[in-house]
C-alpha cells in the first residue's frame, strides 16, 4: 500500500501557536517520526515539507493523489484558550469528508490516542477544507485530517511532549489494523520518498493530455518532445 503524508501549514505560514510551539514545526516533526515507524508497513511518501500542501493547491498546482491508496495530513488544534493548564486534556479529532464511506482507521486511531491520554473527540465530516476536497472529493482517494491535539491547551502540549514517540506509534498501529497491513521485516523497511519536485509539472502535462505522465526519469526523443509540443499547440489553436 502506498500512504503519502503531509505536515500541515510550514512555507511562511506558522499555523496555529501556543505554548511556546509553532504548528507547522510539531507536523513536520511528527510526520518524520510517523514515516519512519509507518515504512515497516507500507511505501510511505512525505509531501515536501519545504511546502504548504493547501497554499499549493490554492496557488493552482495540480497533485495526483490518485497515487496513494491513502493520505494523512497532520495538524495540532488550537482555540482552547488554556495556556494555564486546568488539568484536563482537550484532546483529538479526526476529520474526514462527507464521501468517505467509513471511518474505521481513524476511529481506530483515535482509540490508540486516548490510550494514551488524549480525550477522543470524535470522528467528524467536513465539506469545506481544500485539499480534502481535491483529494476525495474529485480524485476519490480517502483522506484524514488529524488533528492530533491543542497546541494552545497547556495539558495538552505537557502530555505531547512525554508521549510525541508513543502518538507516532499510535497512529502508525491504528493506520496498520485499520487496513490489515503486515509489518516486513524491521531490518529491511520500505523506503521513505519524496513528493518529486516535477509532481506539479507531471500532473499539468497528463491532464491536459500533451503527454501521459510515466517514466518521469527517462530521456525523451525529439520526435517525443515535437509531439508534446505539437499537442501543447493544439490546445492553444496554433
Ligand atoms: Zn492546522
Known sequence: MKILLIAGHGAGDPGAVGNGYREADLTRELVKLIATRLSKYANVTVFDISKDMYSYLKAGNGFNFKEY???VEIHFNAAAYDT???GKVTGSEILI???????SVEAEILQNLQALGYANRGVKR????????????RQGV???LIEVCFIDDRDDIRLYERTKEQVAEAITSGIAKGFGLQAISAEL???ITNTPWY?????WVKELGIADGTRPEEPATRAEVWQMLYRLGQKLGL
Not at 97 to 103: A, F, K, L
Request: net charge negative.
Open 69 to 71: 491508496g491513502y493520505v
Open 126 to 137: 467536513r465539506n469545506n477544507l481544500l485539499n480534502m476536497n481535491i483529494c476525495k472529493g
Open 97 to 103: 469528508h462527507p464521501q468517505e464511506s467509513g471511518y
Open 84 to 86: 494555564g493548564g486546568d
Open 199 to 203: 509532481n506539479d509539472a507531471q500532473w
Open 142 to 144: 480517502s483522506y484524514a
Open 189 to 191: 523497511p520500505h523506503p
